[in-house]
């Protein structure tokens, strides 16, 4: 594949980002800030901050979407920075960290920074002021990355005490860990909102599900190490960028690696971004250089080889450039060449063997084709023999002729072969039920009894047909449960026409009962999934939608009763009730009130914040998100005595309900350090003090004071 564009600069770039107007940010080692046409990639805004940095495998900066806010690692200082870009000031802050910070990101929503240590703890900031809200130990070693979902309800953070940690924004809790890998964690990437991929320093890389913490699938392929991640834009495709420059590209269905080098190029890759609009792939590299690929490069030549016929040029592009399997042109030709085979069985099993020839001439220069055209007219040379034994009625024979020429398993002959069989086996699977019955299945199926592919139906019907009567009788009365337990304890089962008439019939019932989801027919929905939990195969996506709908159900009624408490609760677990019209309301409105009460916050208001979420307090699923705020406003009211020079035993005081409240966060150990400044004579030991902790906040615990 060649790039569409590329270009140089002085210094590597090492962020890329797109912003909302469509314009591509990249940030040089230097820190310098250019904006760039998407698709000339020309500067159109340049200015330096001038923090020059020196790892580029980590996340060390990250950038809010609508270019107000930006945070860097300062490597010199071994602590995190956050801008204003308006003002292209810095954030005023008092450093939090006391260890060595080892990378940044900010959330989508545009809410929080934050900076992650070697320590493993992880300090979340107000975007807008630098404030810190509150530090979790995320983990037991060094932060090596952090990610966001799309929609901004969680992140993910890698480590290397070879764990990922999730945490919930919505709650402000610190949700699971993900634990399998055997070294370092060093790259982390949300799929969608139900799947991460991660990669450890052995290049070993997981797919794991959130939701159950179990690894969906191991990554093969990786013999370099990964430095950079990206996906595209409709979760079908994952990018990874190596050390030595190659991008390796997977299907994120299959988990297939698509090609053994998808691109390689001449140095380290030092950031990976994809524009989804455009379909473009934005690479950087050690080497000072930008490309862009477009991932169907050559989509438009294809169309042009199908209607000129030159289909050995068609397959030829798509072998340069794999992701064009799966661009419409492609399945157009798949659909064709399946269609010319049915075209050619047809035409060779009435003997037409030139016009099967003539059918494939335009595939006949496509290597892999050629092999199954040679194939296929090779075989058919002893078709008339195949014919000739089946119209005589040598079954046995017959099928050892197809199972030579596996060509012949297509032809309306070998159907009929197939039809006369499982007409044989329904008739003496009826005398199956008959104590009697012996002699006639015996007679029935006497001349199958040497087709090996027969055999073990036949042994099994006839050892085992009380079990198939038992089954036969559970299909019958509907009775699932009690048919896949036969079925799982005895296996040979989903060999007959039964198991195939339960498993169609589940599949029919399960389309049925989305389309009456779509219908918004919820009762008659969940009837039809309440059956369907008895089916192994259905039973995980059954239960999970089955959980959506009732939560859906009980949401939207929250909602017609006026009963925000649950609706909210409710809101805060089912992520996919934010995308209704209600939901979206509700959340809109909650992100509203809280900016009300941030200001507040930060003012050591708590009035102003009981007032602003007074809807809220008896939500339970919001209860940390308030006593944040409160913790906040506490802050405010101790740095505000401090200053005002107020007595120190109120300043205790307040230390000890601070603790009593949310524990020794780092936010209260700060200030106590500040505190002893300028009461040196204080006597208090924080370790002594009785300790609360966040998770254990209530409203009915919100002061108005801390002090005194």
Known sequence: MKSIQSRSFANPIIFTKFLQGGELLVVDSQTTFMILDSVSLEVKNRFIINIPQTEYQKRIVDCTSDMNYFTAINPELKDSRLFNLQTRTAVPEVSTHSGEVSCVGIDPKNLYMFSCEEDGKVCIKDIQNGELLFTIAFHTDSVNDIVFSENGNWVATASYDKKIALFNLERMTLSHKLI???????????????????????????????????????????????????????????????????????????????????????????????????????????????????????????????????????????????????????????????????????????????????????FKNIPDKNEIIHKMIHEYTEFDKFVLLAKEG???????????????????????????????????????????????????????????????????????????????????????????????????????????????????????????????????????????????????????????????????????????????????????????????????????????????????????????LAFYMNIESKYASIGTLFGWAYMIQLEQAVQHMESQKTIEIGIKKYILSFGLQDQILSFYEFFKMSYPQSKLNLALQTKGSLSMWRPSMGMNSILG
């Not at 296996?491 to 019932?509: H, R, T």
């Open 394 to 612: 040598k079954i046995s024979l017959a099928y050892a002729f197809a199972n030579n020429y596996p060509s012949y398993k297509s032809s309306s002959i070998y159907n009929a072969l197939e039809i006369r069989w499982r007409k044989s086996f329904l008739k003496a699977q009826k005398y199956a039920f008959d104590p009697n019955g012996q002699e006639h299945m015996l007679a029935i199926l006497t001349p199958y009894r040497r087709i090996p592919h027969k055999i073990n139906m036949i042994e099994e019907l006839f050892s085992k047909a009380e079990i198939y009567r038992k089954f036969r009788v559970t299909v019958e009365q509907r009775n699932f449960q009690a048919s896949f337990e036969l079925i799982r304890l005895y296996p040979f089962l989903k060999e007959l026409s039964e198991y195939k008439l339960i498993i169609n019939y589940g599949n029919a019932l399960y389309l049925e009962a989305k389309k009456l989801i779509e219908e918004e027919k919820i009762t008659s929905a969940m009837k039809l999934l309440r059956v369907l939990e008895n089916f192994p195969d259905l039973h995980n996506d059954v239960q999970k939608k089955g959980a959506e709908i009732e939560a859906k159900r009980n949401f939207l009624d929250a909602i017609k009763k006026k009963n925000h408490i649950v609706a909210y609760n409710l809101l805060s677990v089912f992520e996919s009730l934010q995308e209704t019209q209600e939901g979206n309301k509700l959340q809109k409105q909650w992100n509203h009130d809280l900016a009300k009460a941030n200001e507040s916050a930060f003012s050591g208001n708590t009035k102003g914040i009981k007032e602003a």
């Open 180 to 362: 399998g890998h055997t070294a370092p964690v060093i790259r982390v990437q949300f799929l969608d909102e139900q799947r991460v991929f991660s990669v450890d320093k052995d290049s070993n890389g997981f797919v794991w599900d959130i939701q159950t913490s179990n690894i969906l699938k191991s990554i093969d392929g990786l013999d370099d190490k990964v430095v950079q991640v990206t996906i595209d834009g409709e979760n079908k495709f994952l990018f990874l960028g190596t050390q030595l420059g190659y991008i390796f590209v997977y299907d994120m269905q299959t988990y297939e690696k698509l090609s053994k080098k998808y691109l390689k190029l001449n140095s380290a890759i030092t950031s990976l971004s994809f524009n989804k609009e455009k379909k473009h792939l934005i690479i950087t590299t050690q080497n000072c250089e930008i490309f862009v690929y477009h991932i169907y490069e050559g989509e438009t030549t294809l169309d042009k080889f199908v209607k000129n016929k030159t289909y050995d040029l068609f397959y030829l592009l798509v072998e340069k450039n794999l992701l064009l399997k799966y661009t419409n042109a492609y399945a157009s030709m798949e659909v064709l060449w399946e269609t010319t085979l049915q075209k050619v069985k047809i035409a060779l099993d009435n003997g037409h063997k030139q016009i099967a020839i003539d059918l494939f001439k335009n």
